[in-house]
């Protein structure tokens, strides 16, 4: 079956970058000869006016044979037929037949990306779920349950066209508006520049971050006291309320918003206990029922049970893990990293995540082969309330990951428990759906094209190693693993080797696109044909290239799977 999606993979791959050398030269009245998809023996064929259409053994590459392709090809032709022929063609349509497989390849991916977000029928609305603490958003006075319904002068009703509009809206005033109870309100708010990069510098990002989160957390609780009447009536941290006074709770806002509206009177909630259970071999957890009574007390004029969300609890620490060497317990409620408030895991973990990047692309650019990552943070935490500060120094690892590719990972030898809620989704209509596809088609397809470039810029450095190249047995295996996903990740990954694929044949190496559109450039600024010998020295050069590149990329292929191939050499 992996052969199979390897097979429509770049069948289909092949087929499109073909068929758009083949069209063009079709519309310029040139003879094509033969359409061929693979290389090597023919395997099947026909014939349909005067083109030879053939599938190939080889699923290597393919070709579009062009009458003249060569210029000493033409003395041969006849009259009739030299006008038909390639090189008799003016430059600018030669240059179109050669540029069209690669622009092809850059359609598809368009093609692709547009149909998936067309299928998308419903979409999240513009409703805040979480406002992060000490954020543009919170300073503004933004609460969860708030619908944005403007930004300057966009309107705004998708979660979508607000992240959209925030990829640019940084270090500058932004009018926002929003809907609460009923009514619309207007305040300024200035969006938080942000950077991140992955780890070879290939996808640099900087946009506007304004502090919310689409999704509202569960209604997972955590005690700050232990010695609350919360706690005293039963109440555990990381218990899930179910239902309060017999009201369904799925959010962690609808508890507060009930608690606040208690008057101290009783309040009856069914919740889910978490009860671990030991083995020999590991530690599982149970859930368990528990009806609890309890009334709210006031704080600072406001009825409140003196609880929070279990959002930033740790729910274990590992044993000489950096959590652990740091102090830090089951039941601690992490509150800030080097003075910055966080309010989720994945929050913080993206920023020093980031930071490790930030750090491995630097030192690639001092030339260190190897690069060390060295963290260490001065961590804010709460323990039954009372604040306390240590010093935290996560380990940074570098691992293999698929293909043998390097991939660094940051271990807090921690747990917790992050519940969301997903949001209702709201009718997006079909007209507004196509903008929306348009817009996710061309900004993907751009970004991969952008990653792949610099991949060539970084190698060409020196920053990124020659091993990261992949040759048909790491598509193949790609292919096969997108393929068992479902047929979208299949398509995806279709985009992206598409891409590649594109990006590749535009580089200006003799006997790719981009060689031959090199030399069609030089013909026009020569205003003449370039000389066989020239012709040939370019072809050798690119010849020699290409080679070059398939066993470096045939050896990486052998080396990242050889244990596999020497198994299967050893089975026979």
Known sequence: MSFIYFIILIGVLIFVHELGHFLFAKLFGVKVLRFSIGMGPKMVGFTRGETEYVICWLPLGGYVRMLGFELDEVEELSEEDRGRSLMMQPIWQRAIITLAGPVFNLILPLIIYFIAGMMQTTAPPSVVGEVFAETPAAE????????????????????H??????????????????????????????????????????HVRTYGMLGIHQQPYGATIGLRNPDSPAAKAGLQTF???????????????????????????????????????????????????????????????????NLDSAEMYLSKVDADSPAALAGLRTGDKVLAIDGRV???????????????????????????????????????????????ETTFAPIVRKYKGHGDQPVYRVVFGWGHLSERVEPDEIDFPALTRAGFAASQAIEETTNFSKMIVMGFVRM???????????????????????????????????????INLGVI???PIPMLDGGH????????????????????????????????????????????????????????
Do not use: C
């Open 161 to 202: 066209e607000l992240n959209q509009f925030m990829g640019d809206a940084y270090d500058r005033e932004v009018a926002l508006t929003y809907t609460r109870d009923g009514e619309s309100q207007t305040v300024s708010v200035r969006p938080e520049k942000k950077t991140s990069t992955d780890f070879m510098g290939l």
């Open 460 to 498: 060409a450095q020196g920053r990124v190693g020659m091993d990261n190249l992949g040759g048909p047995i790491m598509i193949g295996e790609l292919a096969a693993e997108a393929g068992k996903a479902g047929w979208g990740p299949f398509l995806q990954m279709m985009a992206l080797i598409s």
């Open 517 to 572: 559109l090199l030399l069609y450039a030089l013909e026009a600024i020569k205003r003449g044909p370039l000389s066989y010998r020239t012709r040939q020295v370019a072809a050798y050069v690119g010849i020699s290239i290409i080679v070059f590149l398939m066993v470096f990329a045939f050896k990486n292929d052998i080396e990242r799977n050889w244990d596999s191939i020497a198994a299967w050499i050893n089975n026979l």
């Open 239 to 305: 218990d899930r309320v179910i239902n309060i006074n017999g009201e369904s709770i799925t959010r962690y806002d609808e508890i507060e918003s009930i608690v606040r509206q208690s008057e101290g009177k009783p309040l009856k909630m069914l919740v889910m206990h978490r009860r671990a259970i030991d083995t020999d071999y590991a530690r599982f957890y149970a859930q368990q029922p528990a009806e609890i009574e309890v009334r709210a007390e006031k704080i600072d004029g406001v009825y409140s049970l």
């Open 140 to 159: 503004a006075g933004l609460q969860a349950g708030d619908q944005i319904t403007r930004l300057d002068d966009t309107p705004i009703t998708y979660w």
């Open 505 to 507: 044949n535009l580089l």
């Open 342 to 388: 966080y309010s989720n895991f994945a929050q913080l973990s993206r920023q020093i995540i980031n930071e490790v990047n930030e750090g491995v692309v630097a030192q690639k650019a001092e030339g260190v082969d190897e690069p060390k990552i060295e963290l260490e943070y001065k961590l804010t935490y709460e323990r039954d309330e009372q604040v306390h």
